[in-house]
């Protein structure tokens, strides 16, 4: 058994594959997540596990380069977008229509669900490199 870190077997396996510029998504429980993309669904009921919790968790066990989000959650979740900027530099954040964040995702190593229910609780993260 695993003694620190991510204990989710599938989250765990994922990113121990990827490689530098691979990414993965943390989303709201009403994202379409596109077909033959691993999905990893946490999302036991409406808002749990948090989108938050779930980020927090996986930023601590994963190197981020840069995330991408919608644009839309500046205008429909500021909540949100405050708490990603807690976690994350400002420089490390792109912003790109919904629609193309939808279309981003179809190359995504894995899609984590969360129970989120808020409006744009999604994030893409980029894998960087240790060294």
Do not use: W
Not at 38 to 67: H, M, Q, W, Y
Not at 75 to 96: A, G, R, W
Request: glycine share 6%; proline share 4%.
């Amino acid at each position: 058994m695993k003694k620190n870190g991510i204990l989710n077997s599938e989250i765990a396996s994922v990113m121990a594959k990827m490689g530098h510029t691979d990414y993965i998504v943390i989303a709201d429980c009403g994202l379409p997540i596109p077909d033959g993309i691993k999905r990893i669904d946490l999302a036991l009921t409406i808002g749990k596990p948090s989108f938050s919790d779930v980020l927090r968790i996986v930023l601590n066990d994963f190197i981020a380069e840069k995330a991408t989000l919608a644009m839309e959650i500046k205008q429909h979740n500021s909540e949100i977008l405050k708490e990603i900027e807690e976690l994350m530099p400002l420089e490390m954040l792109e912003f790109v229509s919904h629609e193309e964040f939808k279309n981003v995702t179809k190359a995504a190593k894995a899609v984590i669900r969360t129970g989120e229910a808020t409006p744009y609780a999604n994030i893409i993260l980029h894998s960087g490199v240790i060294f």
